[in-house]
């Protein structure tokens, strides 16, 4: 959001219905009035945040996490963007293999996980194997459509100024199809976050899945939501900050920011 | 139907804004009144205040004598934006009768479709959907939705700006044909002088921040009137100059 | 319409949506090339050819319709409820500012919440049953149809609004003829984007739980070292969320017939 807007229109009576939800669940909970075994206050969560921390197991479950996404969403990025500008740059391989694509596209990254299971057991590589295919697609698809839809007059310009292929490549098609790149490698890694997570829960009992999971099992709601909470503010840091990044080392992409 | 001493003050950025000053006139039966000024002297208020849309901050707007409470029963608008004043979803006859369909039954509505339709034209194209028809034709279909009413007042908010100009000089035309056969009363905003005076039985000039009405000019030109003929006239032209002077001022 | 007809009308409208065949070249060579190379007894890459016989060993067992109703009638019943709240939400926050508002925040929120996250909640809420993965699969489908509804009610043309006052409509009237119409195509893309999610959670709670499901068939066959059934049911996967999303395109295109061209061709 645009800094101004943000400091000069604070929507108080949201924030107002926000903090009374979250103080009226409290009392609720606290006070006996609605005894569910398994609702925590949102103080309990709060405390058992500060419990995990100094059990120490927090830090390495986020740790594995932020790990296993960066390699899948890297991986699935650079497979991505080179794949697609190939295709983005050649209609002939693009109609050889569009199809296959979109039967492909729609897989769901969970239904992965037992194959990953059955190749590599509990580890690391079948969060990969649930990751980095569906993680693949929003780049792949993107760069496809950024390269491919270069503006044909940046190519007459390129053409008159006697660009080599390699400095038009470099120097015209790349900057151009940035935006689009950069917002399909934003939604890549929302959803690589998402996918990871969702690996550990059913494949690699490591990371902020398992521990969500984990605590659902020990029959520990206070842990399993401060868990939840905690995967729900690292997608929050991990997309701003990519947002952040993508504008401060392409300015071109703001141009498409759009609704997040 | 008449306005008196109408005032009507909008929400601006620091308070209120008064956008029309003690306007008064009356529109008598069967008559084409046109409205004519700057932009943003609050012609399309006006408008709306006399649709029931806006009330006044003073004064106030009668239909038969009675005060409006509200958009009154015999009193219709058209839009100038055709496209968003329609429901694209629904086919042209639909769109006529979505005024009366919930008042009149079956067999009586769908009469007054047909009936508006030939009044209009467009008997053909019934079942098509307005987003397959050309802004002439979505217009006729907007103006037919409105006579499906029999409104005694039509209020017009310069219907055929966005239209080319061989549409417009039909269109217009139509219109004579529509209120030879209903008798229905014209309030017609236009930017287009010529079209103001061509169509109009007097014409009102709104000028001013706030808008107030400058002169009500009374055109008496031989009926029945015609694109070419009429606008030839010494008449039209003197009455086209005396417009242009009084907005000019 | 008789059945026959839909079917014709289906197989028409998908086939000249669908990219040119030859584009399947790198799959098939995949596929193929796999089952070339896999000759030996690998419990690891069993060769195509496999995956078929173990599919039919599952049907033979009975097992496989069943967890595909399931799996199925799962989807729909929660794509349904998740339509009905999403649409009426989002409705309600769409035609009154105040309330979109008030209610904002907390809905960002939430939204910050990614799905999958709320199935070990609801397993520790509800157990492990049918109620349970169905309210997974609701939660999960709200969102989009929620923001495609709403943010479609507040862009509604004020143009619109002003032709429903001054044909004097009442609300409930003006809800029923001009704001729900309004919002069908947008409302349709967000059924669209929710679809695939919908079979990811489904998918994911039997899975996690293995309540009786497609997923359960997966987890079960892994846990029993299957191969060939787990890369069958992977395929069966693939097959049927292409089948879901292409019928559903199909119902989409016809019931936006009588919109403008521009909103049948909104794409996300």
Known sequence: MDERRFFAGINWPGTAVFVLVGLAWEVVIRSGLLEYEYLPAPSAI???????????????????????VAIGWTVATAVGIALGFLLGLSPTARRYSLASIEVLRPMPGVAFAPVGLLLFGFSLKTEMVVTILPVLWPVLVNT????????????????????????????????????????????????????????????????????????????????????????????????????????????????????? | ????????????????????????????????????????????????????????ASGSVLVHGKELDGPPDNVVIVFQDYSNALLQ????????????????????????????????????????????????????????????????????????????AMTKASMQDELFRVRDRTGTSFVFITHDIEEAVYLGDRIAVLKGSPGRIDQLFEIRLPAPRDQLSTRQLPQFLEFRYAVHQAIGR | MTHSRLWRQYFTVVAAALPPARGMLPLVILLGAWQLLQTGNSPYFPPPSDWCNGLVLLEKSGRLYPALLATTMTMLLGLAVAVVIGAGVGLLIGVSPRFSRAVGPLLEFL???????????????????????????????????????????????????????????SAVDRMRLIILPSVVPALLLGIRIALPLTIVVTLLVEILTSVEGIGALMIGAQRNFQSPQVYGLLVLIGLFGLFVNSVFAVFEAILLRRWPPKAQSENF
């Open chain 1, 46 to 68: 709060g405390l058992g945040l500060g419990q995990l921390a100094r059990e120490g197991t927090l830090a390495p479950d986020i740790a594995h996490t932020l790990i296993a």
């Open chain 1, 144 to 260: 496809m459509g950024g390269v491919s839809g270069v503006h044909p007059r940046l190519y007459d310009v390129s053409r008159t100024f006697r660009l080599s292929r390699k400095d038009t490549i470099l120097h015209v098609i790349l900057p151009a199809a940035m935006p689009p790149i950069v917002v399909g490698a934003r939604i890549s890694l929302s959803l690589a976050l998402v996918l990871t997570v969702v690996a550990e829960m059913v494949g690699n009992p490591e990371g902020l899945g398992y521990g969500i999971v984990r605590e659902q099992q020990a029959l520990h709601p206070d842990l399993m939501f401060a868990y939840i909470v905690t995967v729900g503010f690292i997608g929050i840091v991990l997309n701003a900050g990519m947002l952040a990044l993508a504008e401060t080392v392409f300015p071109s992409s703001r141009q498409l920011r759009g609704p997040q």
């Open chain 3, 111 to 169: 939204r910050a919440i990614p799905p999958p996250a709320i199935v070990p909640v609801a397993i520790l809420f509800m157990g492990y049953d049918e109620r349970m993965k169905l309210t997974v699969v609701v939660i999960a489908a709200i969102w989009p149809i929620l923001l495609n509804t709403s943010s479609a009610a507040e862009r509604i043309h004020p143009l619109l609004l002003d032709v429903a006052h001054s044909f004097r409509l």
């Open chain 2, 89 to 164: 979803w629904r086919t042209v006859a639909a769109n006529v009768a979505f005024g009366i369909e919930r008042t009149l039954d079956r067999t009586d509505f769908e009469q007054r479709v047909r009936d508006a339709l030939a009044l209009v034209g467009l008997e053909k194209n019934a079942e098509d959907h307005p987003w397959q028809l050309s802004g002439g034709m979505q217009q006729r279909v907007q103006i037919a939705r409105a006579l499906a009413l029999r409104p005694d007042v039509m209020l017009m908010d310069e219907p055929f700006a966005a239209l080319d």
């Open chain 2, 1 to 56: 139907m008449e306005c008196r001493s109408v005032t009507v003050e909008l929400p601006h950025r620091f308070g209120r804004k008064r956008i029309i000053e003690d306007i008064s006139f009356q529109v008598r039966s069967g008559e084409f009144l046109t409205i004519v000024g700057p932009s943003g002297t609050g012609k399309t208020t006006l408008l709306r205040v006399m649709g029931g849309l806006t009330s006044p």
